[in-house]
Nanobody, 120 residues
């Protein structure tokens, strides 16, 4: 059974930092792009950052200069380092990955989400 397991969320004061991790496990042939999304109450889920298998990254404007996405391919893990956090960063953060689960089958998988709360 393939799954993505996130960790690292929590409560932090404005200006603080958090590091999220997301590990993919199960029968995985390979992993293409991995990404972090977030969803605040009453809002749509939005892309925060994305990283390809080759390490090319892109960020939402709100994350540029403050957040850094990275991955460890040997560990099937993606990270999101979040610095200078603001109250508007408060949301549930979801990991996403494009996983090859058999020689000819690719699926998109979501993690269960981890809450990030930034107090003012």
């Amino acid at each position: 059974q393939v799954q993505l397991v996130e960790s690292g969320g929590g409560l932090v004061q404005a200006g603080g930092s958090l590091r999220l991790s997301c590990a993919a496990s199960g029968s995985i042939f390979s992993i293409d792009a991995m990404a972090w999304y977030r969803q605040a109450p009453g809002k749509q889920r939005e892309l925060v950052a994305r990283i390809t298998s080759g390490g090319i990254t892109n960020y939402a404007d709100s994350a540029k200069g403050r957040f850094t996405i990275s991955r460890d391919n040997a560990k099937n893990t993606v990270y999101l380092q979040m610095n200078s956090l603001k109250p508007e960063d408060t949301a549930v953060y979801y990991c996403y990955a494009d996983l090859q689960v058999s020689p000819r089958r690719w699926f998109g998988y979501w993690g269960q989400g981890t809450q990030v709360t930034v107090s003012s």
